[in-house]
Nanobody, 122 residues
Framework: QAQLVESGGGLVQAGGSRRLSCAAS????????MAWFRQAPGKEREFVAA????????TYADSVKGRFTISRDNAKKTVYLQMNSLKPEDTAVYYC???????????????WGQGTQVTVSS
């Protein structure tokens, strides 16, 4: 089983940028699709972005497309989420996940990080 630990969350002003990292241990990192989900207060956890095991394919939620970029470094067993042009509605706890299947579905992931808080002030 993979163990995932997110980092990089914090407070940022609207229009600013932030990069999240998710370090993995255990399992075979390069064999998993990786994803970021987020959950805002009072809302369900929602898909943000995913990247294939090879890094050759990415998928983004419409709400973040063009602003966020997911990437991975298999040698470092780390996945990143570069967040630009942040908006107050991006405020949420961000979770990384490892798994495979239909990338936008929570059920596709078998390992989850604890989450890191991102707060975007207006």
């Amino acid at each position: 089983q993979a163990q995932l630990v997110e980092s990089g969350g914090g407070l940022v002003q609207a229009g600013g940028s932030r990069r999240l990292s998710c370090a993995a241990s255990g399992g075979t990192f390069s064999s998993y699709a990786m994803a970021w989900f987020r959950q805002a207060p009072g809302k369900e956890r929602e898909f943000v972005a995913a990247i294939s095991w090879s890094g050759s394919s990415t998928t983004y939620a419409d709400s973040v497309k063009g602003r966020f970029t997911i990437s991975r470094d298999n040698a470092k067993k780390t996945v990143y989420l570069q967040m630009n042009s942040l908006k107050p509605e991006d405020t949420a706890v961000y979770y990384c996940a490892a798994g495979g299947g239909i990338v936008v579905l929570i059920a596709s992931y078998t390992a989850w990080g604890q989450g890191t808080q991102v707060t975007v002030s207006s």
